[in-house]
């Protein structure tokens, strides 16, 4: 296998985690980190990217990086956000406030290691806007 071809099955979202992948975000970018150059890597944070007022810069971005047209596509940028949301269950889901705190301490730890991963090759723009 090429480098990419073992980065994705060594420990990617291709692989479910009962059989050994990536339960969480640091698991599954460590093996592109440790394997690519940093200027062959490029990290968008979602919540930025769909962004009301700055989304449309980082997709600046995003294209620039890409080395894509920055005015493509004329007619503007993301206009769909979460297509799933008024289809599944427009009225949300209840949860409790203690299972809303153990899944944000959950979040909030994996995150903190996935910074750390990603600071191996100095990819995280402003740290603490994750």
Not at 5 to 16: N, T, Y
Not at 23 to 46: G, K, R
């Amino acid at each position: 296998f090429n480098d990419m071809g073992k980065c994705l099955l060594k420990s990617s979202q291709l692989k479910d985690p009962k059989d050994g992948g990536p339960d969480s975000y640091h698991e599954a970018l460590e093996p592109w980190i440790y394997t690519w150059p940093s200027t062959q890597l490029f990290v968008v944070q979602y919540e930025e990217l769909t962004d009301e007022a700055d989304g449309e810069q980082e997709l600046l971005r995003v294209k620039q990086y890409l080395g894509l047209d920055p005015t493509w596509p004329k007619n503007g940028g993301l206009e769909m956000r979460n297509a799933r949301r008024f289809k599944i269950k427009p009225e949300g889901w209840s949860i409790s406030r203690q299972d809303y705190e153990t899944l944000v301490d959950i979040a909030r730890e994996d995150m903190r290691k996935t910074l750390d991963v990603l600071a191996i090759k100095s990819l995280v723009q402003h740290r603490k806007s994750w």
